[in-house]
């Protein structure tokens, strides 16, 4: 059975592969990255980092957590985290890229392309959201052009770098999604 393969603009979205750990590591080691990103994602990045990661992104059934290729090279990663009990409808979306595919529009094809592929995957899915800090309007740019509405200013919610920072819910919906 072929591996989840989604295209997106002039990326692909694709399940992690052992051989993506040197370019992981070098695309990851960036406090620039590390900073729109949550804790669990470590600054240095180094090679077992990344073994660590693909590792367990890869024992995930069914794969959730995918990396984003331009040209055969990572250029980053995105995925979603599924719930459990009441909120089992819904789905944290993440998402990140090297800094040197900024702004090319990447982002915004891999969200659109995860989005379609978590509710085709997930038939109980009713919802995914995003909450990117305040400091990252970047991530705020993508999401809006991936369909994805602001719900609102979770205030102070989160701590990152030793910062105190509020964070945009954004969600969008499986009735708001063209299948």
């Given at each position: 059975m072929p591996g989840v393969m989604l295209a997106a603009g002039p990326a692909i979205v694709r399940?992690?592969?052992?051989?993506?750990?040197?370019g992981l590591?070098?695309?990851?080691?960036?406090?620039?990255?590390w900073l729109g990103l949550r804790d669990a994602f470590p600054h240095p990045y180094?090679?077992?980092?990344?073994?660590?990661?693909?590792?367990?992104?890869?024992?995930?059934?069914?794969?959730?957590?995918?990396?984003?290729?331009?040209?055969?090279?990572v250029a980053g990663g995105i995925g979603y985290t599924l719930h459990k009990d009441v909120e089992r409808i819904g789905a944290e979306v993440g998402y990140w890229l090297g800094v040197e595919f900024w702004g090319k529009g990447i982002a915004t094809a891999a969200v659109r392309a995860v989005?379609?592929?978590?509710?085709?995957?997930?038939?109980?899915?009713?919802?995914?959201?995003?909450?990117?800090?305040?400091?990252?309007?970047?991530?705020a740019r993508v999401l809006v052009k991936a369909g994805y509405r602001c719900e609102g200013t979770l205030r102070e919610s989160a701590i990152k770098d030793?910062?105190?920072?509020?964070?945009w819910m954004y969600s969008i919906l499986r009735s708001e999604v063209e299948h």
């Open positions: 399940e992690w592969q052992p051989g993506d750990v040197p590591a070098k695309q990851a080691n960036d406090r620039r990255v180094g090679l077992e980092d990344a073994r660590q990661f693909i590792a367990m992104a890869s024992a995930k059934a069914p794969p959730t957590f995918f990396a984003i290729a331009v040209s055969g090279d989005t379609h592929h978590a509710f085709a995957a997930h038939p109980e899915l009713r919802r995914l959201y995003a909450v990117p800090y305040s400091s990252n309007s970047a991530s030793g910062q105190v920072l509020d964070q």
